[in-house]
């Protein structure tokens, strides 16, 4: 079946550093993938996405790279904030319009 | 521009009761999809509403139905309501195909 997966359910980093995380996603036909960032007590809040005739994106402190041939996709953070501190999700879309999320990565920011 | 908002935010039910949750997208957007999310499960796809017709549906049972008005607001109602349903249940809308989708705050339902 579908699914996509993150590889760390928790990432640990000191401010100021730059975090990565990863997704793996199964379903080759999806062609629109997604970064949210979501807050204890709130919803999902987009963060950027990319499709799948792209490999790169960049939005401001952070950058989406996809990797077709082995079904990865990463969200780089630039000069990680406090404020950064939530949980991660990334998710796919093929032609159904509906979005598989994976399960959420935790992200930890030491000050 | 205002987001897309939920109402409730909270709420608690018993068992067997019926729910109804609402959703107003953001202006302009109409489609609207529901998702629940559950610690053990996570996000969930429930189920798509575009120009008020359901346009794809997810795996859950018949008790959980939707609908989408001419405005574009929406509505997902919960029957026969299981301890199980208790999460959070988000509403999320988007222009039209292709474009980025926006989630809600959620509306979060405790079933006791």
């Given at each position: 079946?579908?699914?996509?997966?993150?590889?760390?359910?928790?990432?640990?980093?000191?401010?100021?550093?730059?975090?990565?995380?990863?997704?793996?996603?199964?379903?080759?036909?999806?062609?629109?993938?997604?970064?949210?960032?979501?807050?204890?007590?709130?919803?999902?809040?987009?963060?950027?996405?990319?499709?799948?005739?792209?490999?790169?994106?960049?939005?401001?402190?952070?950058?989406?790279?996809?990797?077709?041939?082995?079904?990865?996709?990463?969200?780089?953070?630039?000069?990680?904030?406090?404020?950064?501190?939530?949980?991660?999700?990334?998710?796919?879309?093929?032609?159904?319009?509906?979005?598989?999320?994976?399960?959420?990565?935790?992200?930890?920011?030491?000050? | 521009?205002?987001?897309?908002?939920?109402?409730?935010?909270?709420?608690?039910?018993?068992?067997?009761?019926?729910?109804?949750?609402?959703?107003?997208?953001?202006?302009?957007?109409?489609?609207?999809?529901?998702?629940?999310?559950?610690?053990?499960?996570?996000?969930?796809?429930?189920?798509?509403?575009?120009?008020?017709?359901?346009?794809?549906?997810?795996?859950?049972?018949?008790?959980?139905?939707?609908?989408?008005?001419?405005n574009s607001r929406s509505e997902m109602n919960?029957?026969?309501?299981?301890?199980?349903?208790?999460?959070?249940?988000?509403?999320?809308?988007?222009?039209?195909?292709?474009?980025?989708?926006?989630?809600?705050?959620?509306?979060?339902?405790?079933?006791?």
């Amino acid at each position: 079946g579908e699914s996509v997966g993150l590889h760390l359910p928790t990432l640990s980093v000191q401010e100021g550093d730059n975090s990565i995380i990863n997704c793996a996603y199964s379903n080759s036909a999806s062609d629109y993938f997604i970064w949210y960032k979501q807050e204890s007590g709130k919803g999902p809040q987009f963060i950027i996405d990319i499709r799948s005739n792209m490999d790169k994106r960049q939005g401001q402190r952070v950058t989406v790279l996809l990797n077709k041939t082995v079904k990865h996709l990463s969200l780089q953070i630039a000069a990680t904030q406090p404020g950064d501190s939530a949980v991660y999700f990334c998710a796919e879309m093929g032609n159904t319009g509906k979005l598989i999320f994976g399960q959420g990565t935790t992200l930890q920011v030491k000050p | 521009k205002a987001g897309v908002t939920q109402t409730p935010r909270y709420l608690i039910k018993t068992r067997g009761q019926q729910v109804t949750l609402s959703c107003s997208p953001i202006s302009g957007h109409r489609s609207v999809s529901w998702y629940q999310q559950t610690p053990g499960q996570g996000l969930q796809f429930l189920f798509e509403y575009f120009s008020e017709t359901q346009r794809n549906k997810g795996n859950f049972p018949g008790r959980f139905s939707g609908r989408q008005f001419s405005n574009s607001r929406s509505e997902m109602n919960v029957s026969t309501l299981e301890l199980g349903d208790s999460a959070l249940y988000l509403c999320a809308s988007r222009q039209g195909s292709g474009n980025t989708i926006y989630f809600g705050e959620g509306s979060w339902l405790t079933v006791v």
